[in-house]
């Protein structure tokens, strides 16, 4: 089916009143599953307050400064393109536990590293543990929420990910806080203060392993492995006990074979892929390229690269966290309400808006020592400009797009095609993050242009091509219209 054209209403969408009790069992099991996207954005975030520290620790150039704090990413891509064959096979929880088991390596290896290819290594581990949560906690998210609520349940992958952020920019501002000497200095109990700040993952990452062994498998999962009685009993806590056989003959239904999903599953009749499939990766291409992750890898540096210093570049930089943490906020109560192509739109226009200041505000300011310097009124408004920037991102594209990601594609290929989709947004999140060095290097007039543009792209993309998938059931996903057109089994059935 080719992609084209406008229309995307969905059928009519079932409606089922959620028991408060089976509602709230949901939202716990959501929230557990979650704690991976808290890891993600602490583990991927840490590293904002020791980008100087190793600059000046290892004496890196920009260009390996970019590769070092990139070098995760590569991990990511990896894990997550690895995680959903993985989960097919071994489970969801598995999947869980063993993310956390590399967690905890990655943080204690990255605070012991002795020079950059060393601590390279050890953030490639981490990022095979983050790309890893990035595929599961959706999926799983996604397979035990209700149709009505699983748009904020869905939400909390991308709350727990920006209180990972928030939580490892205010442990990293308290460190060099403490240090003599910032980041670079020592710490009151020994070593230097951005070796802290690696090992501090090593507690979230614990509880992170221990929550895992507590919550139960996705159903769908083990009505995959036939484990029909397990299924039952974990669909009877999360929804009306007098639907749970319905549910579940449903699932059963909608899974057509117990073979495992292949990639040559996601193949379509257009581009290799099913059309479906290239939705999700260019969602996940557009979320990253808009240039976000610039915001919360490098913000520190930004700051005190047009003016401020370290202990204010630091506080801006958890200001930013907590504009983002409040802005996901709004998007879990919207989701639900207002859809998600909707704030797709608004989010989209919202940022191009605001990175185009920053762009002008940037290319306009006066140079000092080679960099831009942002005085008075521009400063003023820079900041606001990046703040109001976290806004449009955070409530609507941060996670928006990862509801999509794990409800759009139908049960048989859910877990590979995610792994497909978030192995592209991790490879487009390094090829921002690696670029940003060398492109600020030029011109940060340059950079923020360059994201101004794709933040219009995503926006004609998602007007163009996104279906709205709000109140579906995951096993209406079949019948999902993409771009309009009135093909059926989109998603893919083998």
């Given amino acids: 089916m080719a992609l084209g054209g ?31 996207g808290f890891l993600f954005g602490y ?20 260009v390996a400064v970019g590769f070092v704090v990139s070098s995760a990413l590569l991990g990511c891509a990896v894990g997550a393109w690895f995680a959903g064959p993985i989960s097919d096979r071994m489970g969801r929880i598995r999947v869980m536990q063993i993310a956390a088991m590399l967690f905890v390596i990655s943080s204690l290896g990255s605070a012991l590293a002795f020079n950059a290819w060393d601590l390279t290594f050890w953030r490639v581990v981490g990022g095979l543990a983050i790309g890893a949560a990035s595929v599961i906690a959706p999926a799983y998210i996604a397979e035990i929420s209700p149709a009505d609520i699983r748009g904020r349940l869905g939400s909390l992958q991308q709350m727990a990910i920006v209180l990972g952020i928030f939580a490892a920019l205010v442990v990293d501002y308290v460190i060099a806080h403490v240090s003599h000497g910032g980041a670079k200095g020592e710490f009151p109990w020994g070593g230097t203060a951005w070796r802290w700040m690696f ?71 257009r581009l290799g892929l099913l059309p479906i499939v290239w939705v999700g990766i260019l969602l996940s291409v557009f979320q990253q390229f808009v240039g976000i992750n610039v915001i919360f890898y490098y913000s520190s540096s930004l700051w005190q690269a047009v003016g401020f210093s370290e202990n204010d570049a630091m506080l801006t930089s958890v200001i930013n966290s907590i504009v983002n943490v409040v802005s996901t906020l709004v998007a879990i109560a919207l989701v639900d309400k207002v859809g998600r ?56 594209w941060g996670p928006v797009v990862w509801v999509m990601l794990g409800e759009m594609f139908n049960n048989f290929i859910r877990a590979s095609a995610l792994a497909v989709a978030a192995a592209a947004q991790w490879i487009a999140n390094w090829i921002i993050t690696t670029t940003f060095p060398g ?54 059935r083998a």
């Fill in 439 to 492: 492109l600020s290097g030029v011109s940060l007039g340059l950079a923020y242009g360059l994201y101004t543009a794709f933040a219009l792209l995503a926006f004609l993309f998602v007007l163009r091509f996104v279906p709205e998938t709000k109140g579906r059931e995951l096993e209406d996903m079949d019948r999902l219209e993409v771009g309009g057109g009135h093909d059926h089994g989109v998603t893919g």
């Fill in 199 to 269: 090992a501090s993952a090593i507690v979230p990452a614990v509880m992170y392993g221990v929550i895992a062994t507590t919550i139960p498998e996705s159903p769908r999962y083990l009505v995959k492995k036939r484990q029909l009685g397990r299924a039952r009993q974990v669909l009877a806590k999360v929804m009306n006990r007098g639907d749970v056989d319905v549910k579940l003959r449903e699932i059963v239904r909608s899974i057509a074979s117990d073979r495992p999903v292949h990639l040559h599953d996601l193949r379509g009749p």
């Fill in 43 to 62: 583990d991927s975030s840490v590293i904002n307050g020791t980008v100087d520290a190793l600059k000046a620790q290892f004496s890196l150039n920009s």
């Fill in 341 to 396: 192509k909707p704030l797709l739109l608004t989010g989209a226009a919202g940022m191009a808006i605001t990175l185009g200041i920053l762009t002008l505000c940037f290319a306009t300011a006066p140079v000092v020592n080679d960099e831009p310097h942002l005085s008075g009124a521009a400063g003023t408004i820079a900041l606001i400009a990046a703040n109001l920037y976290v806004v449009a991102f955070a409530a609507t």
């Fill in 6 to 36: 406008s229309g995307d209403a969905p059928s009519a969408p079932r409606q089922q009143t959620q028991p408060s009790g089976s509602a709230a069992t949901a939202m716990l099991l959501a929230g557990a599953a979650a704690l991976g």
